[in-house]
């Protein structure tokens, strides 16, 4: 199985095609890359974000429950 691979790597090395099918490949990476590095603060804001509103749902919801509000 790894020889197969090897002599179709070594048959891409030795065409256009392949070289082609290389670059694109590491333009992917690199841009599935940059994507993973810009989306992480935004995770992290989101994340800060529906934890504050949790804890003033929370809030909300313990002052109601003692008032006796909910019942």
Same mark, same amino acid.
């Given at each position: ?11 891409? =090395?030795?065409?256009? #095609?392949? @070289?082609?099918?290389?670059?694109y490949? +590491?333009?992917?990476? +690199? ?10 603060? #935004?995770? @992290?804001?989101?994340?800060?974000? #529906?934890s504050? #509103?949790?804890?003033k749902?929370? @809030? =909300?919801?313990? =002052? ?8």
């Open positions: 199985m790894f020889e197969r691979i090897r002599r179709r790597l070594r048959e891409l =090395h030795r065409k256009d #095609v392949g @070289q082609d099918l290389i670059e490949a +590491l333009i992917t990476a +690199l841009f599935a890359l940059m994507c993973s590095a810009a989306l992480t603060p #935004v995770a @992290q804001a989101l994340n800060n974000g #529906v504050k #509103v949790g804890k749902f929370k @809030q =909300h919801v313990d =002052h109601g429950l003692h008032k006796g509000w909910y019942k």
